[in-house]
Nanobody
Framework: VQLQASGGGLVQPGGSLRLSCAASGYIFRIDNMGWYRQAPGKERELVATITKRGFTNYAATVRGQFTISRDSAKNTLYLQMNSLKPEDTAVYYC??????????WGKGTQVTVSS
């Protein structure tokens, strides 16, 4: 499984971005997918996850602000981020776990929230 994240960039506080993560390879094995982020000097942290059946889970810090979704027909994972704050600045990584519990990571995409 290969994951390719895109959609990051520079945005002003209060703005929005939508991240995408295209999956390829043995995608039929993928169960859960998710987004994680890592800010400078901090550990990587969970942002949101979504199961194959569409059940979602969010970190408390982003609940109500971010929305995770997946389009199985396009093999793509999304993260809609609204009302962005400077503390949302981080490298965002997409993640997939397959039916054998093997975890895959994509290369990150930088999100910078600054005026």
């Amino acid at each position: 499984v290969q994951l390719q994240a895109s959609g990051g960039g520079l945005v002003q506080p209060g703005g929005s971005l939508r991240l995408s993560c295209a999956a390829s390879g043995y995608i039929f094995r993928i169960d859960n997918m998710g987004w994680y982020r890592q800010a400078p000097g901090k550990e990587r942290e969970l942002v949101a996850t979504i199961t194959k059946r569409g059940f979602t889970n969010y970190a408390a810090t982003v609940r109500g602000q971010f929305t995770i979704s997946r389009d199985s027909a396009k093999n793509t994972l999304y993260l809609q981020m609204n009302s962005l704050k400077p503390e949302d600045t981080a490298v965002y990584y997409c993640n997939a776990v397959d039916s054998r519990y093997v975890t895959y990571w994509g290369k990150g995409t930088q999100v910078t929230v600054s005026s």
